[in-house]
């Protein structure tokens, strides 16, 4: 029931309820306003055309690899990157490639590639330096530091206390210095030329790991989802990660009903960071959020609605992430690549 405001207004004693905090939502008619005359046709892939999502999860309750890169391919994109927080996936990127590739030299369609990787933790033995050095010489193009064993994610998301997330999850610091371990792990991954994200490492862990990488000149470490409440870093903590060498790599998750980050601080980010410096990805995960295709499609269409140039487009969706996982682009997109 409405009741009046002083001014003559009705005012509702629900009002706010439900609604974003902000007024983002004021935005979106100006920017629909913008949008060029031009028609959607679903499922439309037109500007995914190499496109690379460079964090998915696969596997028992999440999504299924094969059908997933059946439609990646048929989508033109050029890769995914496989993830799952409990096993490495180099094995199953394989298999899934060779799957892919037979079913798609029938369909006559160009077979999007699965990227292993691997995922530290305690249910791989911690910073497990061996099984890096394992699934590095096996494939693996990606280590992830801790996620969801990470001594700041058992603290922020699930509500442990410090003591007791630091003693149950994994956490890089000794007296304010980085483990040895995690030193001797950026310089493996250094050596091989490999790519290495953050994981949900708290802020001052982050912070210390990028000033072992900035000192080692190592370029193709990364921060997933920059901003996910649990990681608790700063817009300031996010330019001191990138000064020292680190890609930002924004997913669809940030965006996702349940997180709710204004895609308005992400392009603000981007701005100052330069695209060189960012990815974007899906964090592709369950089925109440879209799959890595149309996930990626929604983070393509959001970034370009704000107005960023065709070569920042390719470098933010298929070019900095064919760097960082070293493998070539699709030939149309080569001649872009720095």
């Known amino acids: 029931m409405l009741d009046r405001r002083e001014d003559g207004g009705a005012a509702s004693a629900d009002m706010g309820v439900g609604r974003p905090p902000d007024d983002r939502w004021k935005h979106a008619y100006g920017l629909v306003a913008k949008i060029a005359p031009d028609c959607m046709y679903p499922p ?13 999860h696969v596997g028992f309750g999440r999504i299924d690899p094969l059908a997933q890169m059946k439609l990646a391919s048929r989508a033109g994109m050029r890769g995914v990157n496989f993830k799952v927080s409990q096993f490495p996936t180099v094995e199953l990127a394989r298999t899934t490639n060779e799957a892919v590739r037979e079913w798609a030299d029938r369909e006559a369609v160009r077979p999007a590639e699965a990227f292993g990787a691997l995922v530290l933790g305690p249910l791989v033995g911690g910073i497990n330096l061996r099984l890096v050095r394992r699934i590095i010489a096996i494939g693996g193009r990606t280590i992830w530091l801790p996620v969801l064993e990470s001594a700041q994610h058992l603290e922020q998301a699930l509500g442990f206390s410090r003591e007791e997330a630091r003693r149950q999850g994994t956490y890089v610091l000794d007296r304010g210095k980085l483990v040895p371990e995690a030193v001797e792990l950026i310089k493996i991954v250094s050596d091989a030329d490999v790519a290495l994200s953050l994981g949900h490492l708290g802020p001052e862990e982050m912070m210390a790991v990028a000033e072992v990488i900035e000192k080692s000149g190592f370029k193709k470490g990364f921060v997933d989802h920059p901003f996910d409440p649990p990681l608790q870093l700063s817009e300031q903590n996010v ?8 890609h930002v790599n924004w997913t669809w998750f940030e965006l996702s009903q349940f997180v709710g980050i204004d895609p308005h601080a992400m392009v603000q980010v981007t701005r100052k960071i330069g695209a060189d410096n960012v990815l974007l990805s899906t964090d592709a995960c369950l089925p109440i959020f879209p799959d890595s295709v149309e996930g990626m499609r929604m983070m393509v269409e959001t970034f370009r609605i704000f107005g960023f140039e065709e070569d920042e487009m390719q470098k933010m969706q298929a070019l900095n992430a064919c760097r960082l996982l070293g493998v070539e682009p699709y030939p149309a997109l080569a001649g872009k690549a720095r």
């Open 44 to 56: 439309d892939y037109r500007r995914l055309d190499g496109v690379v999502d460079f964090h998915m």
């Open 239 to 246: 330019y001191d990660l990138v000064r020292a060498g680190l």
